[in-house]
């Protein structure tokens, strides 16, 4: 049985398997410029706004969270799902953005108003008491690929 063929999303295709926000996995890498260490990687939920194509994540931060410092940290995002009975991908890098800094603060709080992200409570406690803080992520990279129709 050979493996289904992948074929690249259009951003038509790529925006409407993101929506509005969904769920995905974001790695971190290190940080520390070696490569033994793998990334730190979690389930996040995520805001996606097609107009300026950014992503917004409310992350966990302080208390007992184990991700390493998040400000202009290196990641990869990935969000998957299968639709039609076909895996579809999109896979962003860059590097995240605290949303409350000055020079973005403006076009943040524009793009939030056009976002989703579902609260996914993946902590094991109330997620009021969880403190959460905002970023995003502009792709420096943005790929979207799906499995191919039988037909293609």
Known sequence: MSAPD??????AERDEFLGSGGVGVLSLGSGDGGTDDPPHSVPVS???DERETTFYFRLA???DSRKPPLD????TFVSYDTVDGRWHSVV??????RTTDDDISTETLAGLDRVGIPLVDIFGRPTA????KFYR?????LTGRKESSPDV
């Open 61 to 63: 931060v302080g208390g």
């Open 46 to 48: 995520y805001g996606y």
């Open 129 to 132: 008491d969880v403190q959460f």
């Open 72 to 75: 202009d940290r290196a990641v």
């Open 92 to 97: 962003a890098s860059g590097s995240l953005e």
């Open 6 to 11: 992948a074929v690249t999303m259009d951003d």
């Open 137 to 141: 992520l502009v792709p420096d990279s």
